[in-house]
């Protein structure tokens, strides 16, 4: 076991772990911050059933975002469903046996990090070709479509340029998952893709990733249109009845 | 500011978006209230000291009461869907109008204070302290804001900017720096019970001026009841309806109907503001009192239902937050809705035979509608989701023969703001009003031009008063703008049915 395996592993751990904790801290207080008043954007579904429907079609297909621009639609869901796909293609790496989806779905997993990587430069673009966009984006904007095109690019390298032991990376996760650490194949663009990886998981609960979880806490897409038959109160707020003349 | 020298923006062929103009609102804020508008506010009446900090306070208060503020701070991932959905902006040109770039003036004070990324690389992330540049571009922008929700329609994530700028007008409020426009207003309701200041002697004076009228032109005794204890119906209307052109023909309508119907109605001078300006200011706990004059009211006067007349932000809190700000309803009749709105009961007496309309009344007019932003994108009428969009419709159609819809671009849920809602229906701040105005105006003269509209129908004393004020400068006359039940007024039927 070299000090490379052992570097790796600490890092997947580390990131592991702060990802998690930090989407359960995060999630956590979108849960629990109540919501004041009624607030869904209108026309919204009357009842339950239909927020998740507007839900699945909002997360499934971007459904405002077609509304709104077809560029930034087109790329968005090239780059979303080649992530998709090329996690899916990566589950192979996590259980064994591999289920019969998953082998299914290897070469679209092909597909969707190419997908991927072209949305990624699309929207890229975007940050400095549309001037009202340019005007929006900051530094860490660039530095989050850097850090997931070199993702997709060393991944797809390693499919295309620089092949590794794919065996030993599974062996390496595999083991991970048991807390036993595996010597990890030492090709450069591996090395990159997974530190890439690790980056990506560390910085999610601190970054405008944020918005994987928040698109599912917000209250103007998730609250049913029932604000006349049904009393909406927060707690905070209650106590404010017992002040009124009548 | 009435020297205010600018150009009314011209219409653009093909609606492109316009250049980003760096600062060209840099100007543009309404009147700073005085210690006298904010203190019967309970808000400190001018800048405090330590007023970084304690902004920064608040804002963490807030955090914590509304999740909505939370998830939106987090959530932005800067696609760009947003930038060119706002009316200002497309009127402006300034960046600042973006909503995501609105947002951020809040968004980068709480990245700096409330987010590990913001503490740890600030020019990162675009964290930025809470300065007095800051509260300046604050007050100006987040008073460039009609509270429209238009964007939160576009954004992939539902992102309000009208929370966002309700929450930063809220912060202001509390470290002294508010509006003059609404915290005068709002300091008058709490007093006299509307936003005009007007006493219970002139509210009579008025409504029996409206009785003389009607009987004058149409020959019957249309009541116009105040303080009418046992009435069946509390009307709650903007108080300017009661004198404001085109809004009164649209209360003479109301009457109208209510007459016909056999409703036994009142209003009352206790509660005579169906606007509450508090949601203006983002103040739970001003809007919360200003509402809960329309229940002690109902109540004292024993009614059994209470129906808002046309105004758009009023509906917002009556339809969304009246349950919850003055609830509940129990004492009043379940048979209806409660609180419902105008424009339902008139439906739905047209609907039953109740009343009867003649269009052909309305023969000189060819008719479109501007659906007011607050009633298309944060309530309903009736009980199938878009009927905030089909029963104004439904009824202009049963008073006129001729109605030409807008660019669907710019009705139904992507209705354009008519560029004075939100608390900045004032003049000092008439550059914007008119700029703002640009969207639904050109949506406008594509009617006039290809369809031969001659008037155009809106459900909002805000839309009705702006529209007014603003049309000339396009071009338009300021007749052109009608209520809804002014149509009705025409076309009803009076004393044929017994």
Partial sequence: MSTLSIIYAALFYVAFATMGLGLAVKIKSYAMTPSPLKIPVMPAPLTKTGVVFRMAREVAFFESLFKSNRWIWILAILFHAGLLLALARHLRYFIEPVWGWVVFVQPFGIYGGMAMVAGLLGLWARRFLVERVRYITSPSDHLMLALLVLIGASGLSLRFLVRTDIIQVKAFFLGLLRFDIQALPAEVPLLIHLAAVAILMIVFPFSKLLHVPGVFFSPSRTQVDNAREKRHLAAWAAPMDNEREA | MADQQFETPAFRELRDNPPIKEGVMDHSQPYVAKPEHNEPLGFPGELVENWEEKAVAKLGDLLEKNKALRVYLDSCVKCGACTDKCHYFIGTGDPKNMPVARQDLLRSVYRRHFTTAGKLFPKLVGAKEMNKEMLDDWYKYFHQCSQCRRCAVFCPYGIDTAEISMAARDIMDHIGVGTKYSNEIIAKVHVIGNNLGLPQPALVNTMEGLEEDVEEETGVQVKFPVDQEGADVLLITPSADFFAEPHVDGLIGYGKVFHQAGINWTVSSYASEAANFAMFIGSYEQMHKIANRIRKAALDLGVKRIIFGECGHAWRVAYAFLNTLAGPWDFLDPKYPRPQHILEVTNELIKTGGITLDASANDDKVLTFHDSCNVARATRMGDVEGGQFTIPREVIKASVNKFVD?????????????????????????????????????????VVDNHGVTHMAAICAICKSQFSKVMPYYGFDMDMVVSVHQLVSEAIQLGTKE
Avoid: H
């Fill in chain 2, 406 to 446: 807008m660019d669907p671009q710019t009705i139904c849920e992507k209705t354009f703001c008519c560029g004075g809602g939100g608390g900045l229906l004032t003049d000092d701040l008439i550059e914007l009003r008119v700029k703002g105005a640009l969207p639904r105006m050109e949506a406008l003269k594509d």
